[in-house]
């Protein structure tokens, strides 16, 4: 028994000294050498500098002060102004707004010139895209523009998935003091009938009245009848006007954060648009990248939720490359450059 307890002694120290990973018999303790270091004498801080009396003291020097910034200038509610009050002489345009008011100066109202100050006329052309509704591909679409320097006509058709029909805006007008000068837009959603916008401009009355009437606008969905604001473009008529501006006077319609307002006509309103100018940006299409300049159409109102943006290439005449257009809905159509004839 005494030999048995032994054992088992020795064996509980064993697993003692493994289970803590000890040595038997203990190493010799390890003696680190320590280097120590003597600290050695700081030089005195020199003295202060004497005090400067009022007398000694050097005049300071005078900070330039910087210019006052002027207030800006705000832009007039174009809708809410009577249309006698548009007529301006030139070509006048706000340098903060970039508010095109008249384009062809003080001589009668007629095409403007091509390749002129402010406003150039793009050529005729057909324009194929590549559509897509949320995303997906879908039917190519098109783009028609056609001018004979004095009137013009402007068709957009998007097809839509399935058997809903097409999307269809159309435009048709003269080419004025202002640009482009819609006297119809018509606008067709799937197999609805169209949404038509009329556009009624004043004519004299003869020299013994001395009288002009009112321009005005009526709409197709509701009897409203609004004043016309010179200068008034359609929903689609006011990409060809910006393409004609940016003909015109490419350095300024692409100088970073211009922004244009143009008063705009819907199916059932007349309102300001500001169109704002983002940037120059690349765009994929089917054939290749483009270079483009990227405009946005800002919200009118706190609860517009529709959002259009447009991109124009200067290679291209400043023709759109890209559209894209999200309803209030959330429904999207995305139209981006495949060819084109003419132009």
């Not at 832009?75 to 301006?88: N, R, V």
């Not at 500001?274 to 159409?297: C, K, L, M, Y």
Request: net charge negative; charged share 20%; hydrophobic share 35%.
């Amino acid at each position: 028994m005494l030999l048995a307890v032994l054992v088992l002694h020795v064996i509980a120290v064993v697993w003692i000294a493994r289970s803590r990973q000890v040595t038997w018999p203990p190493a010799p303790e390890q003696i680190i050498p320590a280097l120590l270091l003597h600290p050695e004498p700081v030089h005195p801080p020199a003295p202060p500098p004497p005090r400067t009396t009022a007398r000694q003291r050097p005049a300071p020097h005078p900070r330039p002060q910087a210019a006052p910034t002027p207030a800006p200038t705000p832009a007039p509610d174009l809708a809410s102004m009577d249309p006698s009050e548009f007529t301006s002489a030139g070509a006048q345009a706000s340098g903060d707004t970039g508010v095109v008011r008249d384009l062809s100066g003080d001589g009668p109202a007629g095409p403007p010139a091509v390749g002129g100050d402010g406003f150039s006329l793009p050529p005729s052309a057909t324009l194929r895209y590549a559509t897509y509704v949320n995303g997906v591909r879908n039917e190519d679409g098109v783009i028609r523009w056609a001018t004979d320097g004095k009137t013009y006509t402007l068709a957009v058709e998007i097809p839509l998935p399935l058997f809903f029909g097409t999307l269809a805006f159309r435009s048709a007008g003269t080419v004025g003091a202002y640009g482009l000068t819609p006297t119809r837009y018509e606008e067709v959603r799937g197999r609805r009938q169209p949404d038509v916008t009329t556009f009624h401009y004043a004519t004299e009355q003869g020299p013994a009245s001395g009288t002009q009437s009112a321009s005005t606008v009526t709409f197709s969905r509701t009897p409203t009848v609004l004043p016309l604001p010179e200068g008034t473009q359609d929903r689609f008529s006011v990409f060809l006007q910006l393409t004609g501006l940016a003909r015109g006077g490419p350095e300024r319609i692409a100088s970073p954060g211009l922004t244009l307002e143009f008063p705009i006509a819907d199916t059932d309103s007349v309102e300001v648009a500001r169109v704002q100018h983002i940037g120059e940006e690349s765009v994929d299409t089917p054939n290749g990248t483009i270079r483009a300049q990227h405009f946005i159409r800002l919200a009118r109102r706190a609860d517009d939720k529709r959002r259009v943006e447009i991109w124009l290439s200067p290679d291209h005449g400043w023709l759109p490359v890209r559209l894209r257009q999200t309803e209030p809905n959330g429904m999207q159509f995305d139209l981006v450059y495949q060819s084109q004839e003419g132009g």
